[in-house]
């Protein structure tokens, strides 16, 4: 079982920048992917970057040249660093980690507005 907990989301204006973390706990050994998602109101949960243990990374068109995902391994923590936010980035932002099977986060909101 892995834990995930989220942090970092809030209110930001057009432009701004906010960074997300994710904790996980647990048999985190068994990790080998970590990735956040979003989810806006009425639409469907989507990618937004992933990255392994080996440090390959993987951006939604929508955030390439913006988000950077990275990674501590020996704190077992991913973050989501967002620069130049829209509004269409608003959504709850969750942490997933892949690890014989997928383990969500409970999800942190980024409102994105003036």
């Known amino acids: 079982q892995v834990q995930l907990v989220e942090s970092g989301g809030g209110l930001v204006q057009p432009g701004g920048s906010l960074r997300l973390s994710c904790a996980a706990s647990?048999?985190?050994?068994?990790?080998?992917?970590m990735g956040w998602y979003r989810q806006a109101p009425g639409k469907q949960r989507e990618l937004v970057a992933t990255?392994?243990?080996?440090?390959?990374?993987n951006y939604a068109d929508s955030v390439k040249g913006r988000f950077t995902i990275s990674r501590d391994n020996a704190k077992n923590t991913v973050y989501l660093q967002m620069n130049s936010l829209k509004p269409e980035d608003t959504a709850v932002y969750y942490c997933?980690?892949?690890?014989?099977?997928?383990?969500w986060g409970q999800g942190t909101q980024v409102t994105v507005s003036s």
């Open positions: 997933k980690a892949d690890a014989y099977g997928d383990y």
């Open positions: 647990g048999s985190t050994i068994s990790i080998h992917a």
């Open positions: 990255i392994t243990t080996g440090g390959s990374t």
